[in-house]
C-alpha cells in the first residue's frame, strides 16, 4: 500500500487524462467517498497502483435545479444532499435510499456515484435511480455521453463504463405533478446491514389514475432491475387490487436470486413482492399530496 | 454492616477507568510498542482437514524484512494421547490449537508464523511458505461427525471402543426418570438445534511480547488473565514462568473468549528466535475463524408434569460441538438447565463433539443458555397445556433453600422464587399487547465461582488508599472494589485507587471468567482491608500509648473505643499515615486464597416482540430482566451486566450464526454477514434487580455476568410462539428461516 501513488486533479480533463492510462485494469482507482475502496484496498480485493480523488472536481461536487430538473454531481455525499431541502420533496425516494446507506459516519462521504459505480446487485440507491428515471452523464477520452441507470450495470461488481469514463453528474427529469417515489429495504437488522431486497417504485397519478409508473428491484438479480411488466401492470390502472397483485407477481417472476448466506431464492422472491407493495403505498401516498 | 448505613455500597460511584477510556488513553492490547519492534502474522489452513505432511519455511525465511519464522516444532511438545490440565483447559489441544502439530483441523488452523519488518512483509513471508497436506474428508455439523463412518478428527478419542469425535460425556442423574414419567398426566418431548455464535468482543486478540536474550519475556497484552496467559506460554515456550511477565492491558471485551491464549506463545517464540519485541495483531477475520466461537447444538428434551401442575420428570440429552479439541461446555448445558426447578427425577446427558470448527472458547454461561433454551422452551408447552400461566407454573416448581438440585448441590438461600415473584408483580407482566405481538419467559441459572485470588492495600504516605487485585476488569471490578473498600475504611471512595497488577507485582490471581471475580477479590480486599485497619490501629494504640484492643475504627479514623480508654483527639487516616515511619514503617497488607462459598445466581425475563409476517422478521420491543444479584456494590455495573448478557441472547436468537459453505469454510467472518444486534434493534432493557444476599459473602456477593445470557434465547422463541402461533426450534429465528415456517 505503501507505493500508491494519490492525485487529486481540479478538472474532469485531468481525471480522464490519468484514469485512462492505467497501467493495468484496475489499477487506477476513482475515489469518490472511498467508503467500498478504502474497505476493498484494506481487505486486499482491490490493490491499485494509483488512486485519483475525483472530490475537487467542481461538475462532480455540484448541485443544481435548472427550472425543477436536478443535476447531481456524482460525488456529492449524502449528507450534503440531505441539506437541499427541494431535492427530498422532488425524490424523497431517492434520498432516503442514499441515506440508508451506513452510518452517520459514512453519510459525510457516501455518494451516488460510488454506489452506482460499486456495482453492488444490493447498492441501495441504485433502484430508486432507476424508478426515477435519471440518467447518468459519463465523461472519457472520447468525450461525453448520456446511459440510463438501467443499462449501466452489466452484472455483479461490473458497469458498463469505457475505458478511461468517469461518472460525472445525475440528472433527473422534471418531477410530474401528482407524482411520488419511494425505496425499502429489507434487511434482518434496523440498520447496518445491506440489502436482502430493495424495492423502489415510483407513480404519478392524474383523477385517481396511475398514468405513469417505474418499478425497480435490487438484490434479486445479477443487477439492479427495470420491472416493466409490475409498470405495465399499474398504467392505467386504479390501484385496485388485481392490478397491484399483477404487478407484485411481475416483481416476483423478475427476480433472478441466488440461495446465500444473505437469504434464500424463495424468500427474496416472496419478499419482493411485499417490498414492492410497501413501498408503493408509499409511493401514491406521496404522489397524492403533490 | 447494617445496608441503609452504607455510604459507598450500593452506590453508581464514577467508574475509574471512565475518563481513561472517554478520551481515547486506555491502553488496550493493541496500543503498546516498543522500539525496535516487528509485527508477526500467522499462515492459516486453507482447508478444514488435512494431515500437515511437511512444512518448508525457507523461502519466507529468506525473504527481505523477515526476522523469524515458528512453527509447532518450535513448541513444547506434549504427546497426543497424554492429558495436562491448567484449568478448563488441556494444553495438549492448547498447543496444538496455537499451531497445528499433525494435522490441521478446520479453516483458519495456524500452521505457521513470520515475524518481518512490516505486517505486509509478514503476510508475504507466510505465502512463501511451503505446507505439504494430504487433505481428509471432514465433518462440520454434530450429525456429520457422530454418523458412522464419519471423517475421525483424534484417531485416539474412543467411544463405545471405537475411534469416534464424542470426546466426552457428562451425566447428572436424580431419582427414578422411569417411575417419574409415569407419574406424570402430560409429557411434552422436543428437539432442538442453536447454531454456534461467536463472543463478538469489538477488541480483537492482541500482544507485544519482547524476550531479552537471557529469555526474561514480558507479555503486553488483553486477555481475561494475566496469569492464564502466562502459565499457557510458559507451558508452550518451555520459559519458566519466573522469566515471564504478563502486563495486563485494558481488554475491549471478551465474554469468556479472552480465557486462552491464541498469540501470546506464538509472539514469544518469533521474539525470542529474532531477539526482537514482536508485536501481533489479529483481523476481524482472524477472529471470527479462528478464535473460539460457543458450541452449536442439537438438543432433546422431556417433560412429564401432573394435571396439578408439579413436574414429575425431565430428561435433556445435548450434544455439543467443542470445534477442533475436546471441551464443550456440557457441563453448562446439562448442569444448569434444570437448576431453577425442584425436580424429584431427572436425567441430563451431554455430549463432547469435535468436529472440523475452530475450538470453541468460554463464552459467558458457557453450555448453560443452549440447555435453559430447550428446557424453558418445553417448559413453555406444558405450561400451556396445563392451561398455566407459565410464571406460577414456574413457581409452582421453583428450587428453593433445601432443595436438592439435578447437578448435584442443596441449595443454600437463593432468590430465584423472589425473580418470579418480582416479574408476577411488575408493570410488564400486565402491559396489553397489541396484534403480531407476544410476550414470553424464561428463566436461567449460572453456578458462578471462587478459587484464587490475591490483594494488596497500601496506604500511601498522604493518607490515600491503592489497592491491587489480580483481575482484568471486564464487567466493572474496580469500581465494586473501590466502593468496597472505602466503605471498610469509612473514607471518601475518590480516595481509594484500584489497579490490576500484573503477574509480578501481584499474586496469582485465577483469570476472570465463570462470574468470580467481585465475588473472590472482594474477599481477599475485604480481609487486606481489614489488616490495614488492624495496622492503623496498632499505630493509634502506639501514639496513645494504650491497649490496640481499646480503639475502634470508624468514619476514616481511630477513636478511642469509649470513655474508659482515654480521652483522645481520633486520628485520621491521614494524621497515621504520615506518622507511619516513626510508629512502625509503611502501611499495608495483602491477602492471597482459594475463595469458597461462591452461590449460583437466577433470573427470570419476560420477553415481548413484535413480528412482521409478511417478512418474517421479529423485532423485540419490550424487555425486563429479573435477577438475583446477591448484593449489587455497584447498580449501574450490575444493570449494564444484565442488559449486556440479554443483548448477546438477542443476537443469538435471531440472528447470529456461523454458517459454513460447501467446502468447510465459515461463509461470514465479519460483522456484516455476521450479525450481532445494533443499537436501533433493540428496546430499553429494564431490569430488577433482587437482592438476597450470598451469606457466604461478607458483602453478599454472587456474581452477576452471566446469568443474563441464560433466559433470552427461550424468552424470545416463547414470545415469538405467543405472537404467532408458531413454534421454532432451530436458532437463529432469522427472517428466512422464520417466513419459511410460517408460510408452510
Ligand atoms: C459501514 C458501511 C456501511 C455501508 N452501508 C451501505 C448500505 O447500507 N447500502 C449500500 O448500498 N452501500 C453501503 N455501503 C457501501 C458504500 O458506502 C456505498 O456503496 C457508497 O455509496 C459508496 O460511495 P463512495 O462515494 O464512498 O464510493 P467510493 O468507495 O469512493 O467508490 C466506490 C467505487 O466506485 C468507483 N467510483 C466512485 N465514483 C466514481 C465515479 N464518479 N466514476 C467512476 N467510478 C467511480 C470507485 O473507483 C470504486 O470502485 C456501506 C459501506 C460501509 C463502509
Redesign the pocket.
Given at each position: 500500500m505503501s507505493d500508491v501513488k494519490f492525485i487529486s486533479p481540479d478538472t474532469l480533463e485531468q481525471a480522464v487524462d490519468v484514469?485512462s492510462k492505467s497501467s493495468k485494469e484496475g489499477k487506477t482507482?476513482?475515489?469518490?467517498?472511498?467508503?467500498?475502496?478504502?474497505?476493498?484496498i484494506r481487505s486486499g480485493i482491490?490493490q491499485p497502483d494509483t488512486i485519483?480523488d475525483?472530490k475537487n472536481i467542481k461538475e462532480?461536487k455540484e448541485i443544481s435545479n435548472d427550472n425543477g430538473s436536478y443535476t447531481i454531481g456524482?460525488?456529492v455525499?449524502?449528507a450534503v444532499l440531505e441539506e437541499e431541502k427541494n431535492f427530498g420533496n422532488n425524490w424523497p425516494g431517492v434520498l432516503e435510499?442514499?441515506r440508508?446507506?451506513?452510518?452517520e459516519?459514512?453519510q459525510g462521504?457516501?455518494?451516488?456515484?460510488?454506489?452506482?459505480?460499486?456495482?453492488?446487485p444490493?447498492?441501495?440507491?441504485?433502484p430508486a435511480l432507476i424508478a426515477s428515471g435519471a440518467t447518468v452523464k459519463?465523461h472519457g477520452p472520447e468525450g461525453e455521453r448520456d446511459m440510463p441507470i438501467e443499462s449501466f450495470h452489466s452484472g455483479p461488481g461490473k458497469?458498463n463504463?469505457k475505458n478511461g469514463?468517469?461518472?460525472?453528474n445525475f440528472q433527473f427529469p422534471k418531477k410530474q405533478k401528482n407524482s411520488g417515489d419511494a425505496y425499502l429495504?429489507m434487511?434482518p437488522r434496523t440498520?447496518?446491514?445491506?440489502?436482502v431486497v430493495?424495492c423502489a417504485v415510483n407513480v404519478t397519478i392524474e383523477n385517481d389514475k396511475c398514468v405513469d409508473a417505474r418499478v425497480a428491484l435490487?438484490a434479486v438479480a445479477p443487477k439492479a432491475l427495470l420491472v416493466e411488466d409490475a409498470s405495465k401492470a399499474l398504467i392505467g390502472s386504479n390501484f385496485e387490487k388485481e392490478a397491484v397483485e399483477k404487478a407484485a407477481l411481475a416483481c416476483e417472476a423478475a427476480c433472478n436470486p441466488i440461495d446465500d448466506k444473505r437469504g434464500t431464492i424463495s424468500y427474496r422472491k416472496k419478499v419482493s413482492k411485499v417490498l414492492f407493495k410497501r413501498a408503493l403505498e408509499k409511493a401514491i401516498e406521496r404522489a397524492k399530496k403533490g | 454492616m447494617n445496608e441503609m448505613d452504607n455510604k459507598w455500597i450500593g452506590k453508581n460511584t464514577i467508574r475509574p477507568d471512565g475518563a481513561d477510556k472517554v478520551t481515547g488513553r486506555a491502553e488496550y492490547g493493541a496500543d503498546t510498542i516498543m522500539p525496535g519492534m516487528i509485527w508477526g502474522k500467522v499462515l492459516r489452513s486453507p482447508y478444514p482437514h488435512a494431515t500437515i505432511k511437511s512444512i518448508n519455511t525457507k523461502k519466507a525465511e529468506e525473504l527481505d524484512g523477515v526476522f523469524s519464522v515458528a512453527t509447532s516444532s518450535d513448541c513444547v511438545d506434549f504427546p497426543v494421547d497424554t492429558p495436562v490440565i491448567l484449568g478448563i483447559q488441556d494444553i495438549r489441544w492448547m498447543a496444538r490449537n496455537v499451531l497445528a502439530k499433525e494435522k490441521v483441523l478446520f479453516h483458519g488452523h495456524p500452521i505457521a508464523a513470520v515475524a518481518a519488518m512490516t505486517e505486509e512483509i509478514a503476510e508475504k513471508a507466510c505465502e512463501l511458505i511451503e505446507v505439504d497436506y494430504d487433505v481428509h474428508p471432514w465433518a462440520i455439523e454434530i450429525d456429520d461427525a457422530i454418523k458412522p463412518d464419519a471423517p475421525i478428527l483424534h484417531d485416539f478419542i474412543k467411544f463405545d471402543g471405537k475411534p469416534s469425535n464424542i470426546a466426552g460425556t457428562l451425566e447428572h442423574k436424580k431419582g427414578n426418570i422411569e417411575e417419574g414419567f409415569k407419574d406424570a398426566d402430560i409429557i411434552i418431548e422436543k428437539e432442538f438445534e442453536t447454531a454456534a455464535v461467536h463472543q463478538g468482543y469489538l477488541e480483537t486478540h492482541a500482544c507485544l511480547v519482547s524476550v531479552s536474550p537471557d529469555d526474561r519475556t514480558t507479555i503486553w497484552s488483553s486477555s481475561q488473565g494475566q496469569f492464564m496467559v502466562r502459565a499457557m506460554t510458559s507451558f508452550i515456550t518451555g520459559i519458566p514462568q519466573s522469566s515471564i511477565r504478563a502486563i495486563p492491558a485494558e481488554i475491549g471485551g471478551g465474554f469468556g473468549g479472552k480465557t486462552i491464549v491464541y498469540l501470546e506463545p506464538v509472539a514469544t517464540i518469533l521474539s525470542k528466535k529474532s531477539g526482537r519485541p514482536v508485536k501481533m495483531v489479529m483481523t476481524r477475520e482472524e477472529v471470527m475463524r479462528a478464535s473460539g466461537p460457543t458450541s452449536g447444538s442439537k438438543s432433546k428434551v422431556k417433560i412429564g408434569a401432573k394435571n396439578n401442575g408439579k413436574i414429575t420428570a425431565a430428561q435433556g440429552t445435548f450434544y455439543l460441538q467443542a470445534g477442533a479439541f475436546p471441551g464443550a461446555p456440557i457441563r453448562g448445558a446439562a448442569g444448569c438447565c434444570l437448576a431453577p426447578y425442584d425436580i424429584p427425577n431427572a436425567h441430563t446427558f451431554g455430549y463432547d463433539v469435535v468436529s472440523n470448527r475452530s475450538k470453541v472458547a468460554a463464552y459467558r454461561a458457557p453450555g448453560a443458555p443452549i440447555g435453559a433454551y430447550a428446557v424453558e422452551c418445553v417448559l413453555d408447552e406444558v405450561a400451556e397445556a396445563l392451561n398455566m400461566c407459565p410464571l406460577e407454573f414456574r413457581l409452582k416448581n421453583a428450587a428453593k433453600e433445601g432443595t436438592k438440585a439435578v447437578h448435584g448441590p442443596t441449595y443454600p438461600v437463593m432468590g430465584y422464587v423472589e425473580t418470579l415473584e418480582a416479574c408476577l408483580s411488575h408493570p410488564h407482566y400486565k402491559a396489553p399487547l397489541k396484534k403480531l405481538q407476544g410476550r414470553g419467559y424464561a428463566s436461567g441459572f449460572w453456578f458462578n465461582a471462587g478459587g484464587e485470588s490475591s490483594a494488596q492495600v497500601n496506604i500511601t504516605e498522604d493518607g490515600n488508599v491503592v489497592v491491587t487485585t489480580g483481575h482484568p476488569d471486564i464487567g466493572g471490578s474496580r469500581a465494586s472494589i473501590a466502593n468496597i473498600t472505602a466503605e471498610l475504611l469509612g473514607i471518601d471512595v475518590n480516595r481509594v485507587s484500584v489497579l490490576i497488577g500484573d503477574t509480578a507485582t501481584i499474586g496469582f490471581s485465577n483469570l476472570t471468567g465463570g462470574s468470580r471475580v467481585l465475588f473472590a477479590s472482594a474477599l481477599v480486599v475485604t480481609e487486606s482491608t481489614n489488616q490495614v485497619i488492624d495496622i492503623l490501629k496498632d499505630r493509634a494504640s502506639k501514639i496513645w500509648n494504650i491497649d490496640k484492643e481499646a480503639i475502634e475504627w470508624e468514619n476514616g479514623e481511630a477513636r478511642p473505643a469509649g470513655d474508659n480508654a482515654g480521652k483522645f483527639k481520633p486520628l485520621t487516616l491521614v494524621e497515621l499515615a504520615e506518622q507511619a515511619t516513626p510508629t512502625g514503617g509503611p502501611i499495608g497488607a495483602g491477602h492471597q486464597v482459594n475463595t469458597v462459598g461462591a452461590e449460583g445466581g437466577f433470573a427470570t425475563h419476560i420477553c415481548d416482540v413484535e413480528v412482521d409476517i409478511e417478512l418474517g422478521i421479529a423485532r423485540v420491543i419490550r424487555y425486563t430482566a429479573a435477577q438475583d444479584v446477591g448484593k449489587a456494590i455497584h447498580p449501574a455495573y450490575v444493570e449494564g451486566q444484565l442488559q449486556g448478557g440479554v443483548v448477546q441472547g438477542i443476537g443469538w436468537a435471531l440472528n447470529e450464526e456461523y454458517i459454513y459453505n460447501k467446502d468447510g469454510k465459515l461463509d461470514n467472518p465479519g460483522f456484516?454477514d455476521y450479525r450481532i444486534p445494533v443499537c436501533s434493534d433493540l428496546p430499553m432493557i429494564d431490569t430488577i434487580l433482587v437482592e438476597v444476599p450470598n451469606p457466604q459473602h461478607p458483602q453478599g456477593v454472587r456474581g452477576v455476568g452471566e446469568v443474563p445470557i441464560v433466559p433470552p434465547l427461550s424468552a424470545i422463541a416463547n414470545a415469538i410462539y405467543d405472537a404467532i402461533g408458531t413454534r421454532f426450534y432451530s436458532l437463529p429465528m432469522s427472517p428466512p428461516k422464520v417466513l419459511e415456517k410460517i408460510s408452510d
Open positions: 484514469y482507482k476513482i475515489l469518490a467517498g472511498g467508503t467500498d475502496l478504502l474497505v476493498q482491490s485519483i475525483i462532480l456524482a460525488a455525499a449524502g435510499a442514499l440508508l446507506i451506513g452510518s459516519q459514512i462521504r457516501a455518494s451516488l456515484g460510488g454506489n452506482l459505480c460499486n456495482a453492488s444490493a447498492g441501495d440507491s441504485v459519463v458497469t463504463l469514463e468517469i461518472v460525472v429495504r434487511i440498520e447496518m446491514d445491506i440489502a430493495g435490487g | 456484516l
